[in-house]
Every structure is written in C-alpha cells, then in structure tokens.
C-alpha cells in the first residue's frame, strides 16, 4: 500500500468508524492548546538565537564613563572602590583588584570590570546586564536548566511531533493531504535539505 492510499484509509469512512479519527482531532486540539507557550517560547528564542551573530542574545554590555576624584593609585583601596561601585545605576559586586604598569586600577566585578585612572579621575565601566525575558526564554530554549527540564523538554517535543503528524489525518476533500497537503509537506522537507546540501 502507497503512502498516498494508507493516507487516503485514514481519511475515510471506515476510519471514522472506529472513531481514531475523532480521538486524533480531540488530542491534536487539546494536546495543541497545552503547547501554545511552549511553542511560542521556542519561536521567539529561536528567531533571537538566529541572529546570535548580530548581537548578544543574553546580554547587553553597559558602558559608563564618568569622573572620580583625581589622586593616586594608592587612594584607591578596596573600601574606596565599593564607594564608586555604590555609585553606580547598576547591581555590581566586587571581586578583586590591582595596578597596573601605567598606574591604571583594574577591578574586576562580577560580569564586568572597572579602569579607574586616578590621575585623569577618569574611569570606564563595562559591564554585562541579562535581557529581560530574553535570557530566561534562551535558557529554556536551549535546555540548560537541569535534567528535569530537559526531559520536560522533550516531552514537549513529542507533542508538538504528535500534533504536526495527526494534522495529516484531520482535513479530507481537495484540500486534505492526498490532493493537497502532501506538495506542502515535501516543500517543507526540501527547504532545510536545500540548505544542507549547500551550506553544510
């Protein structure tokens, strides 16, 4: 039997007799409405992970320069520098740091770092700050948030299988899949293998 005539069994009388078709179109709406926010978070994530490349999908970076009080190296010690940290718009917490050959003071923070140039009283700040929404739906998208979420990843997957395969059996007449659907389906199959064919 062809796959266009297996196709064309399910679609008929005799499978709506035994009513697999009514249960396939029961699960495929409910089962579809339970993966909406799923689906939409794979969607959105996955378009801002295509253009990873163009920026940074779960950071943004935070450049401050502003004025400190002119002195030395030596009037910034630690207890100084958390003053000037204190000062700023944004969450930092220090981590360590020293002077360097130009009589630069390098500070490391958590997800960034501080230039201070006490000579000039100058000082630059560069510091990575999450994308809200953005990261949390990036973690999800990529499945790093532990064993558990990864097998409710999965199965989330098999849903939205489940659902794209029982869509096949659920539209009879010209626009069912023997006549119709079968063409969209092999596009869709072409597309990626275009891709790979070219790219990979």
Do not use: C
């Not at 409910?30 to 978070?41: A, E, H, K």
């Not at 059996?169 to 275009?194: C, D, H, S, T, Y």
């Amino acid at each position: 039997m062809s796959p266009a005539e297996i196709i064309n069994y399910f679609s008929s009388k005799n499978f709506e007799h035994v009513k697999i078709r009514k249960t396939l179109r029961i699960l495929h709406r409910d089962l579809g409405y339970f993966i909406v926010g799923m689906t939409i978070v794979y969607v959105l994530s996955g378009i801002i992970l295509n253009h990873r490349h163009d920026f940074n999908p779960d950071y943004k970076i935070n450049i401050e320069n502003f004025d400190v009080q002119a002195g030395t190296p030596q009037d910034y010690p630690r207890s100084r520098i958390e003053d000037v940290l204190d000062n700023l718009p944004y969450d930092l917490v220090y981590k360590k740091h020293y002077v360097n050959d130009e009589g630069l003071v390098k500070v490391f923070i958590e997800s960034g770092e501080l230039v201070i140039d006490p000579q000039e009283g100058k000082a630059v700040m560069r510091y990575l700050q999450r994308r809200p929404v953005f990261f949390e739906m990036n973690k999800l998208h990529k499945a790093t948030l532990g064993t558990l979420w990864k097998w409710v990843s999965d199965i989330m997957a098999f849903i939205l299988l489940f659902v794209a395969i029982s869509g096949i059996f659920l539209l009879k007449g010209k626009r069912g899949f023997v006549r119709w659907g079968w063409w969209w389906m092999i596009a869709g199959f072409i597309v990626p293998l275009v891709f790979a064919l070219l790219f990979i």
